[in-house]
């Protein structure tokens, strides 16, 4: 079975700071993909990022990056700077070739105050 | 392109009552999912039916049924509501289940039975 696991509850932060959400994800497939998707107070989900499990390439977008690191099973988000904008439910999710689902995260709220 | 379109957006139900939250997309994407959010908790599938004619259960399909009769449209059925179903309910379509495709998320419907 897969697990995806956000031990960040809630993060607060003042704006510019960095900050990193964290993701331990569980599975015996070789084959998976993770993913990072944004909940805005708005409530809409926003895909951000795929990553599968033969690329461990770290990857930035603007003032965003991803840690992926298959030997500790972590997919890793840090924010750069970070604004008021920033303030969302982050939830990471896992998928893999042999279940035709998705599985996510409980989610970490980051905050960012002016 | 609307892309993944849920009604209703608020729903209040009595326990015991039914209904159905309608779900259709345009992208004519084969795998299609119906999520829950409580607090804490994240998104937990429910269904989900990976093309028209093939539905599957999710972590707690109890008291919901599903169909998919074509390949835009995915409805969830409430069979008698109870208190415990209110929460937020996602519908989601991608091309594939497992292969990595992400998913794109409706804006949500927010049940409250009473």
């Known amino acids: 079975a897969q697990k995806v696991t956000q031990a960040q509850t809630e993060i607060s932060v003042v704006e510019k700071e960095d900050v990193t959400l964290d993701c331990v994800y569980e599975t015996r497939d070789t084959t998976y993909y993770l993913f990072w998707y944004k909940q805005p107070p708005s409530g809409e989900l926003v895909f951000l990022i795929r990553?599968?499990?033969?690329?461990?390439q770290n990857e930035i977008s603007g003032r965003y990056s991803w840690n992926f690191q298959k030997s500790t099973s972590s997919f890793n988000f840090t924010i750069t700077a970070s604004q008021v904008v920033d303030s969302a439910v982050y939830f990471c999710a896992l998928s893999v070739l042999t279940a035709e689902s998705f599985v996510f995260g409980p989610g970490t709220r980051l905050s960012v105050l002016p | 392109n609307a892309g993944v379109t849920q009604t209703p957006k608020f729903q209040v139900l009595k326990t015991g009552q039914s209904m159905t939250l309608q779900c259709a997309q345009d992208?004519?994407?084969?795998?299609m999912s119906w999520y829950r959010q409580d607090p804490g908790m994240g998104l937990r599938l429910i269904h989900y039916s990976v093309g028209a004619g093939i539905t599957d259960q999710g972590e707690v399909p109890n008291g919901y049924n599903v169909s998919r009769s074509t390949t835009e449209d995915f409805p969830l059925r409430l069979l008698s509501a109870a208190p415990s179903q209110t929460s937020v309910y996602f519908c989601a379509s991608s091309y594939s289940g497992g292969q990595g495709t992400e998913q794109y998320f409706g804006p949500g419907t927010r049940l409250t039975v009473t």
């Open positions: 992208m004519n994407h084969e795998y």
């Open positions: 990553r599968n499990s033969f690329d461990e």
